[in-house]
């Protein structure tokens, strides 16, 4: 990390999230040759740079770290839930006659969302999967190694496997074998002694990147648009939040990994506008339900022991829809009352549907007002269609035989989440196989008709998903990555 903006560098990457993370890493391994700069919005949190809040020991610490993260204006206060560690759009998250996106939420640190999530990788199936990647099965195998990801940490916790026993005789019925009830893989690292630690950002950079002189991150740096010469990328304008100077960074290829939100945004305020930016806006609905296992001793340790694991009922095609099965107190949301104690016999159950992926369903930018950075403000338009109602009854009809297999439930029904609670927005710098107007990208992530301009993030997801997409996206990632690798001489600086 410098305080001091190059002037020249061959790669600038926009976002230090697990995806931009995936350009360092990817490019210090295959081109230590190359100068690469990531800018950051916002602050440091910790040591390493990207580590996952979960693993500061101190919980004041823990507190500040997420309250740094959460972005540059006070906290609306109009009873919309946000997750610690995340900030909600003050306003335009909902349009007269619309659904919106009532918990639109972003993370604004070193390390983005991925020093907040919940580590679950699990991978795509059926029409989850993108069909012109034909390399996807490798670079989801690249992504798990960058990521850390273990499917088997918390197999010895002691309800894991009863858990997926009563799972697997309510659900997998019909299901291939590849997609019934199984651990979730976690990018997570389960230590001799028992501790666990989390991937965030500083497991994707790895020491290949922290150890490459070649590589500066650049904390509380906004880009306020990408340079477009002649029609190409050529390097980035960035404002140092800390006292409010601008600079110019001149760079052979860009790359804009902010999130699903604000890479658009960026590419507006650059006036790059395909057809298709910020169109094809989909999020995860999602069923949250709580229960107590049935005919089980309490497990040892109490309620901070790893008593469930975490269990993952896969995506189909027939079941357009994704179940996590965790420990209650392992959940990002409440899942029930502050006075319903979390031993660990008490696991909880959140359900993610596809959302039917339209056009219609955006994010617009104005330039007529500014957002808290200073940037074009946000305007989303998001409704729910009669398929997307029909897989939420699925999907609560699953989540209750889930329910009544493990145990008893702890509510009366499963309850939904404002739209916009599952962060995990999609579609809008879409990747297509052609530039036909219904994509942003190629599927290396280039910007069509902008060369040297690369998009990542869970935005470049084309395909109706209700998996988590962070394995996904960092597998895009690497694609792009290796693209840039490939095809950037030293010289094209």
Same mark, same amino acid.
């Given at each position: 990390?410098?305080?001091?903006?190059?002037?020249?560098?061959?790669?600038? $990457? +926009?976002?230090?999230?697990?995806?931009?993370?995936?350009?360092?890493?990817?490019?210090?391994?295959?081109? @230590?040759?190359?100068?690469?700069?990531?800018?950051?919005?916002? =602050?440091?949190? !910790?040591?390493?740079?990207?580590?996952?809040?979960?693993?500061?020991?101190?919980?004041?610490?823990?507190?500040?770290?997420?309250?740094?993260?959460?972005?540059?204006?006070?906290?609306?206060?109009?009873?919309?839930?946000?997750?610690?560690?995340?900030?909600?759009?003050?306003?335009?998250?909902?349009?007269?006659?619309?659904?919106?996106?009532?918990?639109?939420?972003?993370?604004?640190?070193?390390?983005?969302?991925?020093?907040?999530?919940?580590?679950? /990788? =699990?991978? @795509?199936?059926?029409?989850?999967?993108?069909?012109? $990647?034909?390399?996807?099965?490798?670079?989801?195998?690249?992504?798990?190694?960058?990521?850390?990801?273990?499917?088997?940490?918390?197999?010895?916790?002691?309800?894991?496997?009863?858990?997926?026993?009563?799972?697997? !005789?309510?659900?997998?019925?019909?299901?291939?074998?590849?997609?019934?009830?199984?651990?979730?893989?976690?990018?997570?690292?389960?230590?001799?002694?028992?501790?666990?630690?989390?991937?965030? !950002?500083?497991?994707?950079?790895?020491?290949?990147?922290?150890?490459?002189?070649?590589?500066?991150?650049?904390?509380?740096?906004?880009?306020?648009? +990408?340079?477009?010469?002649?029609?190409?990328?050529?390097?980035?304008? +960035?404002?140092?939040?800390?006292?409010?100077?601008?600079?110019? $960074?001149?760079?052979?290829?860009?790359?804009?990994?902010? #999130?699903?939100?604000?890479?658009?945004?960026?590419?507006?305020?650059?006036?790059?506008? @395909?057809?298709?930016?910020?169109?094809?806006?989909?999020?995860?609905?999602?069923?949250?339900?709580?229960?107590?296992?049935?005919?089980?001793?309490?497990?040892?340790?109490?309620?901070?022991?790893?008593?469930?694991?975490?269990?993952?009922?896969?995506?189909?095609?027939?079941?357009?829809?994704?179940?996590?099965?965790?420990?209650?107190? !392992?959940?990002?949301?409440?899942?029930?009352?502050?006075?319903?104690? *979390?031993?660990?016999?008490?696991?909880?159950?959140?359900?993610?549907?596809?959302?039917?992926?339209?056009?219609?369903?955006?994010?617009?930018?104005?330039?007529? /007002?500014?957002?808290?950075?200073?940037?074009?403000?946000?305007?989303?338009?998001?409704?729910?269609?009669?398929?997307?109602?029909?897989? %939420?009854?699925?999907?609560?009809?699953?989540?209750?035989?889930? *329910?009544?297999?493990?145990?008893? @439930?702890? #509510?009366?029904?499963?309850?939904?989440?404002?739209?916009?609670?599952?962060?995990?927005?999609?579609?809008?710098?879409?990747?297509?196989?052609?530039?036909?107007?219904?994509?942003? /990208?190629?599927? +290396?992530?280039?910007?069509?008709?902008?060369?040297?301009?690369?998009?990542?993030?869970?935005?470049?997801?084309?395909?109706?998903?209700?998996?988590?997409?962070?394995?996904?996206?960092?597998? %895009?990632?690497?694609?792009?990555?290796?693209?840039?690798?490939?095809?950037?001489?030293?010289?094209?600086?």
């Amino acid at each position: 990390m410098t305080k001091d903006f190059p002037a020249c560098v061959d790669v600038a $990457v +926009v976002g230090s999230g697990p995806c931009g993370a995936a350009y360092a890493r990817i490019l210090s391994e295959q081109r @230590p040759d190359l100068d690469l700069a990531t800018f950051e919005v916002g =602050p440091l949190l !910790a040591d390493p740079p990207g580590l996952h809040v979960k693993n500061i020991a101190d919980p004041d610490e823990r507190q500040r770290a997420q309250l740094r993260s959460q972005g540059p204006a006070p906290a609306p206060a109009d009873g919309r839930l946000a997750r610690p560690g995340t900030f909600l759009l003050p306003d335009g998250y909902q349009n007269p006659g619309e659904d919106g996106l009532p918990n639109a939420a972003m993370s604004s640190n070193v390390g983005g969302m991925g020093a907040h999530w919940t580590a679950a /990788c =699990p991978r @795509p199936g059926g029409s989850e999967r993108i069909d012109f $990647v034909p390399d996807l099965d490798e670079l989801l195998d690249e992504a798990e190694r960058l990521l850390g990801v273990d499917a088997h940490a918390f197999d010895d916790a002691p309800f894991a496997a009863e858990v997926r026993k009563r799972l697997g !005789a309510a659900l997998d019925t019909g299901r291939p074998e590849e997609r019934r009830v199984q651990p979730m893989p976690l990018a997570v690292r389960r230590h001799a002694d028992g501790r666990v630690t989390w991937s965030g !950002a500083d497991v994707v950079y790895g020491e290949a990147t922290r150890a490459n002189p070649r590589h500066t991150l650049h904390p509380e740096a906004l880009v306020t648009q +990408v340079l477009v010469e002649e029609g190409r990328a050529a390097g980035v304008l +960035v404002r140092d939040l800390r006292d409010g100077t601008e600079h110019q $960074v001149r760079a052979a290829r860009v790359v804009v990994a902010a #999130d699903a939100l604000r890479t658009p945004q960026l590419l507006w305020a650059s006036g790059v506008r @395909p057809p298709a930016l910020g169109r094809y806006l989909n999020d995860q609905p999602q069923i949250v339900y709580a229960v107590r296992l049935r005919d089980v001793q309490a497990a040892p340790g109490g309620a901070a022991a790893p008593s469930s694991g975490v269990s993952w009922v896969p995506y189909t095609d027939d079941e357009p829809f994704h179940g996590q099965v965790m420990q209650l107190d !392992a959940s990002p949301v409440p899942l029930v009352g502050d006075d319903v104690p *979390a031993p660990g016999s008490i696991v909880g159950l959140g359900w993610f549907c596809v959302k039917d992926v339209r056009a219609e369903d955006r994010v617009t930018f104005d330039d007529t /007002c500014d957002d808290a950075y200073g940037m074009p403000a946000m305007r989303i338009h998001y409704q729910l269609t009669e398929r997307d109602h029909a897989s %939420l009854d699925a999907a609560r009809a699953a989540v209750r035989r889930a *329910a009544d297999a493990l145990g008893d @439930p702890l #509510d009366d029904a499963p309850r939904t989440l404002a739209l916009g609670a599952s962060l995990h927005y999609q579609g809008t710098v879409r990747s297509g196989p052609a530039d036909d107007g219904t994509s942003v /990208c190629d599927p +290396v992530g280039q910007v069509w008709d902008v060369p040297g301009l690369h998009v990542a993030g869970n935005g470049v997801i084309p395909t109706p998903t209700a998996c988590n997409p962070t394995l996904t996206s960092v597998a %895009l990632a690497v694609a792009g990555a290796r693209h840039i690798a490939r095809t950037l001489p030293l010289e094209g600086r």
